[in-house]
């Protein structure tokens, strides 16, 4: 089983809809939680951190249960620059080092 | 305002040859990795650093070698390059290791091995 799961879609959905993401980890020693951002071809990039009590920014929501060890992304009001992939991080605190693990990640696709 | 800059972006191998991928950071951070991106695997790691002078092995460290003799370079070497080295490498960097920080990415370099 993978570290992190993923459903690697793609999500096709319209300009202006709601979509969720959500992603499953194993690790239950998993401390920090993020969302990256990645467009075809490029780096990485950090979207947002997820935080126990959930947090927002702008059109994006992000939700952690560590109970279920899931987190979850919600986009409101898609764009069309919003289509990439997006990759659920998770770090763990007791492997002794700070590296990343990531998902291989869920690919949306806003159309017009 | 660089931050993470990788060399080459692109380069094409033959099977045995032998190459250095450089990252270089601007950002004056102590920790920098190095991943491998395959598809449908997501980013794995293969060797890490937490300062000058020290490197250790990630999750698939085989068939590479690092180094970190400069606080701001970071450099990955394929001693005998195999196909299934073929992939995309990204380096990243994070200021100081504080549990929780984000990583700062490279643009990624293309290798193929033939």
């Known amino acids: 089983r993978k570290e992190v799961e993923q459903d690697p879609g793609p999500f096709n959905v319209p300009e202006g809809a709601t979509v969720a993401f959500n992603c499953t980890y194993s690790n239950s020693a998993s401390q920090s939680f993020f969302w990256y951002r990645q467009d075809c071809r490029k780096e990485p990039k950090l979207l947002m951190s997820v935080y126990s009590s959930g947090n927002e920014d702008g059109r994006f929501t992000a939700q952690l249960n560590r109970a279920s060890q899931y987190i979850s992304l919600l986009i409101r009001d898609s764009k069309l620059s919003d289509s990439a992939t997006y990759l659920c991080?998770?770090?763990?605190?007791?492997?002794?080092?700070?590296?990343?693990?990531f998902g291989s990640g869920t690919r949306l696709q806003v159309q017009p | 305002n660089a931050g993470v800059t990788q060399t080459p972006k692109f380069r094409v191998l033959k099977t045995g040859q032998s190459m250095t991928l450089l990252c270089a950071q601007d950002?004056?951070?102590?920790?920098m990795y190095w991943y491998r991106q395959d598809p449908g695997m997501g980013l794995r790691l293969i060797h890490y650093?937490?300062?000058?002078?020290?490197?250790a092995k990630g999750e698939v460290p085989d068939g590479y070698n690092v180094s970190r003799l400069k606080k701001q370079n970071f450099l990955l070497g394929l001693e005998s390059a195999a196909p299934s080295q073929t992939s995309v490498y990204f380096c990243?960097?994070?200021?100081?290791?504080?549990?929780?920080?984000?990583?700062?990415f490279g643009d990624g370099t293309r290798l193929s091995i033939l």
């Open positions: 991080v998770v770090n763990k605190r007791n492997t002794g080092r700070r590296a990343l693990t």
């Open positions: 990243a960097s994070s200021p100081d290791g504080t549990f929780g920080q984000p990583q700062h």
């Open positions: 950002m004056n951070h102590e920790y």
């Open positions: 650093s937490v300062g000058e002078g020290t490197t």
